[in-house]
C-alpha cells in the first residue's frame, strides 16, 4: 500500500472513530470544559452528565486508587475529584481509552492491550520515580505509557467493525501506521505536545549520560510486553516482604495492587513476595 492511500485510512479512522466515541461514550463538550482555564468545581462536575455511565464508573474507580507521590486514596465524588486527582491530559484519555474499550467490552483483544496499555502506565511512573526523575516527569511518562497503543487498538475496533478480513488493515498495516493514529488523536483532543514525540519515537531513545523520558516509557513496555508473552497477558512482579511494622497500605506493592483492582484489571496482575535482599 502507498503512503497517501495509508494516510487516507487514517484520516478515515480518526473521523468515523471518534465519530462513535462521542456520539455514545462522551460529549466533546466535557473536553472544552477541562480545557477551560476559568472552569472552576462547579462547570467541570457539571460535566459528569456529558459521561456516558459506563465510562464514568470506571473512571471514578481509577481515580480512586492510591497514586504514588502523594499517596491519596479513597472515593471521589466528583469529575472535580477525579481531576484533581489524575490531572486533566489523563482524565481525557482515561475518558477515551475507557469509551473505546466500553465500545466493544467482550472482545478479549481489546481488553488485553486495555491491560498492557495500563501495566505500561504504572510501571513507566515507577521507573521514572526510581530513577530520579520529578514527580510531574513521571507522570508524562505515565501518560505516555497509557497512550502508546491506543492507535493499535483504535484501527483494530475499526477492521472489526468496518472491514472484517481486510487486506488493506492487516497486522503490518497496523503495527506500521497506529503511531500516527495516535498523532491524529493528540492534535484533536488538545493533548500534550510531548506525547507525540513518545509515540512517534516507537524505540529506546537514550541522551547523552541517561536514559530520556521516551526511553523510560519504552522500557516499561518492554518489560510489560515480555510478562503479558510469557505469562498469559499478567504483570508479573516480584516484590520484596514488606519490613516489620511497615504500613503495608503504602508499600509500592499495595499502590500497584489497588491500581489494577479499581481499573478492574485484578487478573491480569500476579504479585509474588520475595525475601529482602540482606535476608538471602
Not at 500500500?1 to 472513530?17: H, K, N, P, S, V
Not at 513507566?124 to 497509557?146: K, T, V, Y
Not at 483504535?154 to 468496518?162: F, S
Not at 514488606?242 to 489494577?260: H, M
Amino acid at each position: 500500500m502507498d503512503e497517501i492511500r495509508a494516510f487516507q485510512l487514517i484520516d478515515e479512522m480518526d473521523t468515523d472513530l471518534t465519530g462513535i466515541l462521542q456520539d455514545h461514550f462522551f460529549n466533546p463538550e466535557v473536553f472544552t470544559i477541562l480545557d477551560n482555564v476559568d472552569s472552576g468545581r462547579r462547570e467541570i462536575d457539571s460535566a459528569r452528565g456529558k459521561i456516558s455511565e459506563a465510562v464514568w464508573l470506571r473512571l471514578q474507580g481509577v481515580a480512586s486508587s492510591v497514586y504514588s507521590g502523594n499517596l491519596r486514596r479513597g472515593d471521589v465524588s466528583g469529575l472535580y475529584d477525579v481531576v484533581s486527582r489524575l490531572g486533566i491530559h489523563q482524565t481525557k484519555v482515561m475518558i477515551m481509552l475507557l469509551g473505546f474499550q466500553q465500545s466493544d467490552s467482550k472482545d478479549r483483544e481489546t481488553k488485553i492491550i486495555f491491560a498492557r496499555s495500563f501495566a505500561t502506565s504504572v510501571m513507566a511512573n515507577i521507573l521514572a520515580l526510581q530513577m530520579g526523575f520529578r514527580e510531574a516527569s513521571a507522570q508524562r511518562a505515565e501518560l505516555g505509557g497509557l497512550f502508546l497503543d491506543i492507535g493499535r487498538q483504535m484501527m483494530l475496533l475499526y477492521r472489526k467493525a468496518n472491514l472484517p478480513g481486510s487486506s488493506e488493515i492487516d497486522d503490518a498495516f497496523i503495527e506500521t501506521y497506529h503511531p500516527y493514529l495516535a498523532v491524529k488523536i493528540i492534535q484533536r483532543f488538545s493533548l500534550p505536545d510531548y506525547l507525540q514525540t513518545i509515540v512517534l519515537a516507537q524505540t529506546m531513545v537514550l541522551e547523552e549520560n541517561a536514559v530520556s523520558l521516551t526511553g523510560v516509557v519504552y522500557l516499561a513496555r518492554a518489560m510489560v510486553r515480555a510478562s503479558f508473552r510469557k505469562y498469559g497477558n499478567r504483570l508479573v512482579i516480584r516484590c520484596e516482604t514488606p519490613r516489620p511494622g511497615t504500613d503495608t497500605s503504602r508499600t509500592l506493592e499495595a499502590i500497584i495492587r489497588d491500581k489494577f483492582h479499581m481499573a478492574e484489571l485484578d487478573d491480569h496482575l500476579i504479585l509474588l513476595r520475595v525475601p529482602r535482599t540482606h535476608e538471602l
